[in-house]
């Protein structure tokens, strides 16, 4: 087997620092989304303020959902946000880090009735606005029917 040497002044080496200059550079690429160059962190509080049982989720864009699960009545269900200073939006990063999952609502109803029971939590007046707490009530009606969510709490911090 015969050795290749490589001589000072070989291409090969020459081209090394130009190489790894472009392999950081699609490294850099390939970095996830800053999750908090425009954005700030928001506090958001859900209470089941009726006498059943509810079930909520988390509902983003493109349908993907997250399930916040059972809320007794009087139960609360906390979460964090991000709220985008530019529109408004409010999001939270996918698993990875590498992408924001836009907010699209809260959906919440009382099992087996999910579809005649669904009411949702109205998140656009709170969009116009910087926010650091949201909070949202909803209940099922004693007569039965959709669930209703009172308008969305907004506080901004003091």
């Known amino acids: ?19 790894l200059a472009f392999a ?3 490294a850099g ?10 954005a700030h962190d928001v506090v958001f509080n859900l209470q089941n303020t009726g006498r059943q049982p509810i079930s909520c989720r988390l509902i983003y864009g493109h349908w993907v959902e997250r399930d ?17 200073a530019s529109d408004g939006a409010f999001f939270t990063m996918r698993p990875d880090g590498r992408k924001r999952m836009m907010i699209e609502t809260v959906q919440c109803a009382s099992y087996p009735n ?3 029971t669904v009411g949702q939590v109205d998140f656009a007046p709170a969009r116009g606005q910087k926010v650091d707490i949201l909070e949202a009530r909803c209940a099922l009606p004693e ?3 959709r669930i209703v969510c009172e308008p969305l709490k907004a506080k901004a911090a003091d």
């Open 68 to 84: 916040y699960g059972d809320l007794a009545p009087g139960a609360f269900h906390a979460d964090r946000f991000r709220q985008q």
């Open 143 to 145: 007569g039965g029917g």
């Open 114 to 116: 999910w579809k005649e």
């Open 29 to 38: 690429c390939a970095g996830g989304e800053d999750a908090g160059a425009d």
């Open 1 to 19: 087997m015969r050795q290749i040497r490589l001589h000072r002044h070989s291409g090969v080496r020459q081209a090394i620092p130009a190489l």
């Open 24 to 26: 950081l550079a699609l």
